[in-house]
């Protein structure tokens, strides 16, 4: 394996930094010092007013293999998370068919193994995602899976819900729920509330959210088996889980870059490329979950990366398939949010690698089967998985640009604030001075 060294960036650990170089050989890093004396032969990268830290890790990818292959495949998603400075990515079980079982899990890592990244995979609660009989997550686990979810639909049967917190919690695994109780949001396309009556779209209220984060809580407490909150995007969803979380309930949370991004006002011109569910909530909430992630009351940052063929977009609104790209673009809107220029960077890694991994049992102390470990705190002897991100980089996002192989990001034109410059994931430079090797 090559050697590298990552010369003079801001190294952030987990509680503390310093400006000096990272020296990595044969998958690991070796040393992390003031200056480290190398080998002739080393690749030495330029990280100087960089910020260098573990690589960052998506809980929430949408890679649509197997299935819907002309949105993306596992391969095209690795690509584009490479660029967005990601080592390892959780693949979502909504497919066609559906990660419901070990055979298809399989092939997923097997297909993962082969790109740049660590691809791990969510299984699905249920068979088939479709809420009436349980998966074998027993099965699924003993493959490595660590997180199961019916993700784009949660489990609406309360009763269900109950039985596979208790079938989970032996397995040492977490489940993850998309909060939305279908039968409030039935037929909304946006978010209910003065803008959706305006433009005469029905709405998906608040409250279809908030009461299954409610729901759920209550019988993660039951229970005792963790619970991930999935892309929340209300105020009051975000508080919740994280006063649970202080009284001790094994539970973590997630908000994707849209919802602390963009606000229902994008609805205006009835372009499907800003339909998503949960819906783009008002302005207020923005800002409510902006001020969250400063605070410590999120856990992690997740994509929620959506790839659909452009004909999908091209529906009208009301029948167009929800979702956004996500991956390309996370770092930058996470560090504006945060900020920009007063971020801090142990809350952009924390949120960004270091929860993320731990959510996804990707740290080194997880043993898992097939995947290095991620999140690490920058020290000798961890796994090679680190990202060099350059705050300073000020650049504009466009779609004819993207490595994902959809274009439905609603982000085209929009001026953005830090880019990944290097990425090395499995020991290998991927991404080098902005570009893929």
Known sequence: MSAYVLRQGLVVGESSSLVGDVFIEDGLIREVAPHVQCAKGTLEIDAEGCWVGPGLVDLHAHLREPGDEAAETIESGARAGAMGGFSALVA?????????NPALVSYVLDRGARTPLDIAVAGAITQGRRGELLAPMAEMAALGVRIFTDDGVGVQDPSLMRRALVYAKP?????????EDERLAAGGSMNEGAVSSRLGLVGRPMLAEE????RDLELVRLTGCPMHFMHLSTGRSVAMV?????????????????????????????????????PLR???????????????????VATDHAPHAPEMKDLPFD?????MLGLEHAAALTYEALGADAADPLIFFSLLSRAPARVAQLRASDHRPRHGAHGGAMHAGEDA????????????????????????????????FGKV???????ELVVDDGALR
């Open 421 to 427: 410059r290097a990425l090395i994931a499995k020991g």
């Open 242 to 278: 994280a006063a649970a979380r202080l009284e001790g309930l094994p539970v973590s949370s997630e908000v994707a870059p849209h919802h602390f991004t963009l606000d229902e006002d994008s609805m205006a011109t009835f372009d499907p490329i800003f339909k998503v569910h949960p």
């Open 92 to 100: 979502m079980p909504n497919t066609e068919p559906a990660l419901d």
């Open 211 to 214: 009461l299954m984060v409610m």
């Open 319 to 323: 029948e167009a398939p929800p979702g």
């Open 385 to 416: 998985n680190v990202v060099v991100f350059d705050p300073a980089q000020r650049w504009t996002a466009r779609r004819d640009a993207l490595q994902s192989r959809a274009t439905n990001t609603p982000y085209d034109g929009r001026a953005m």
């Open 171 to 179: 397995l040492g695994v977490c489940l993850a729920q998309h909060c």
């Open 282 to 300: 008002a302005a207020a909430h923005v800002a409510a979950l902006r001020a969250a992630l400063v605070a410590g009351q999120i856990d992690a």
